[in-house]
């Protein structure tokens, strides 16, 4: 008999690519607005766009969309031209529509766990695109319960934990994302498990203050399976 109740991933920059399309896209931004100002100087005035319009728009690749048309009318004074929307639409639909590409030790991991441990998907972001990506991705037959949520904060866990009937602190959460995979599910009385990325987009950083109970940093997603052994 497991002692987790639940083992709960992220998915994007977890189990998928997902910044690199939106790296990219940061650099194509400012490479078409170089004639106004400094790519690198565009791409972040993007960035803060995102940032501010999280609260509004939430998070995903529509909002980054209306953020790129948004910055695009501010850093060129209103005069930028009905052309250059259409492409900056055609890059958000061809983001929406990019190939999953699994990170390396997904699926071995996942088989692993399944069977031993019963495996949630818990995501945030567009409801559409993401459930596109889930199904995409071939891994939906691993998870019992998939959960696309606006954001991830202590009490989202809890809900996700009662409505599949374990118990939080006996739930293991693991994700690339310091800020909103580990430390809410750690608040919340469960065990986070920290799992590195390449990239990290500067909003979900945060630091692990230290000696934090219920925290684990693994090499890799493998590693993930090795803490809910331990753990159970």
């Known amino acids: 008999m497991s002692g987790l109740d639940l083992v709960a991933f992220d998915a994007d ?13 940061e650099k ?24 501010r319009n999280i609260s509004l728009y939430g ?36 983001m929406l529509d990019h190939e999953i590409e699994l990170l390396p030790h997904v699926e071995e991991t996942l088989k692993a ?10 995501t945030k972001g567009d409801l559409h ?6 199904l995409a991705s071939g891994l939906a037959h691993y998870f019992e319960g998939v959960e696309i949520v606006a954001d991830k904060k202590p009490e989202t866990y809890e809900r996700i934990c009662r409505r599949h009937g374990g ?19 750690i608040r919340a ?20 203050p230290e000696n934090t ?5 693994v090499k890799d997603i493998r590693g993930v399976a090795e803490v809910a052994g331990r753990l159970g």
Not at 13 to 25: G, P, R
Not at 115 to 120: I, T, V
Not at 213 to 217: E, L
Request: hydrophobic fraction near 45%; charge should be negative.
């Open 13 to 25: 920059d977890t189990l998928w690519h997902n910044l690199i399309h939106f790296e990219a896209a």
């Open 28 to 51: 194509a931004f400012g490479e078409m607005f170089s004639h106004v100002l400094p790519p690198d100087d565009g791409a972040h005035a993007l960035a803060e766009a995102e940032k």
């Open 59 to 94: 998070f995903g690749v529509k909002s980054f969309t209306l953020s790129m048309i948004e910055t695009a009318i501010d850093v060129t004074g209103g005069t930028v031209d009905a052309a250059t929307i259409s492409k900056l639409i055609k890059m958000g639909r061809t």
């Open 113 to 122: 766990l399944h069977g031993r441990h019963r495996l949630l998907l818990v």
């Open 129 to 134: 695109h993401q459930e596109r990506k889930v």
């Open 167 to 185: 118990r939080v602190e006996r739930t293991l959460m693991a994700g690339n994302s310091i800020r909103s995979d580990v430390l809410p599910m």
């Open 189 to 208: 009385g469960g065990y986070g498990v920290y799992v590195p990325f390449d990239i990290l987009w500067d909003h979900e950083h945060e630091e692990v």
């Open 213 to 217: 109970p219920r925290f684990f940093a």
